[in-house]
């Protein structure tokens, strides 16, 4: 079993910025961030691979997010710039535990909102 941690949410302009916080109980193969926003379906965002450090994003997301892994920590982040009312979410931090399995486990979620 993987726990997560999910904290940095929060209520910010557009143009602003956050980072978000995953902390995992153990190293799992991937890590990553999906959201969902009002009357739409879960979106991947970002995701990052614990061993080679690769990373993927969602077009929508390109440019503005970064993810990034702090190995001591076992800790994800979600640096979130240039933050734009469709941004807005509930952020869930997410966790493979290998390349043979999906996107398995699931923290509670933080919600992002961006005003206009």
């Known amino acids: 079993q993987v726990q997560l941690l999910e904290s940095g949410g929060g209520l910010v302009q557009a143009g602003g910025s956050l980072r978000l916080s995953c902390a995992a109980s153990?190293?799992?193969?991937?890590l990553g961030w999906s959201r969902q926003a009002p009357g739409k379906g879960r979106e991947f965002v970002a995701t990052?691979?614990?061993?080679?450090?690769?990373?993927y994003y969602a077009d929508s997301v390109k440019g503005r997010f970064t993810i990034s892994l702090d190995n001591a920590k076992n800790t994800v982040y979600l640096q979130m710039n240039n933050l734009k009312p469709e941004d807005t979410a509930v952020y869930y931090c997410?966790?493979?535990?290998?390349?043979?399995?999906?996107?398995?486990?699931w923290g509670q979620g933080t919600q992002v909102t961006v005003s206009s």
């Open positions: 997410t966790a493979r535990s290998s390349a043979y399995t999906a996107y398995d486990y």
């Open positions: 153990t190293r799992t193969y991937a």
């Open positions: 990052i691979n614990w061993g080679s450090g690769s990373t």
